[in-house]
């Protein structure tokens, strides 16, 4: 489960740090949500910072399960 949770986490993170760097550097996002919803850049900067804590929780959770058992 939490390599479940690691790989939605740095998918979602990287989502939106293309967001936020597509509205940066160009007038548009980059990535796969730009083509189904309309997200605002304060969001894209959430949905990175969501992601990137989901995936190091996983990645940690899983470490701490290896030097564990």
């Known amino acids: ?7 939605v986490g740095w998918i979602v993170g990287v989502q939106g740090a ?3 760097a597509g509205r940066v550097f160009d007038d548009e996002a980059w990535g796969v949500l730009q083509n ?6 304060p969001l ?5 910072l969501a992601g990137t804590g989901l995936a190091f929780y996983g990645e940690a959770a899983r470490k701490r399960q ?3 058992g």
Not at 44 to 48: C, D, I, N, P, S
Request: proline fraction near 4%; glycine fraction near 4%.
């Open 18 to 20: 293309l967001g936020v």
């Open 44 to 48: 894209y900067a959430v949905l990175f």
């Open 36 to 41: 189904w919803w309309h997200v605002p850049t």
């Open 66 to 68: 290896k030097s564990v």
């Open 1 to 7: 489960m939490k390599e479940l949770i690691a790989i």
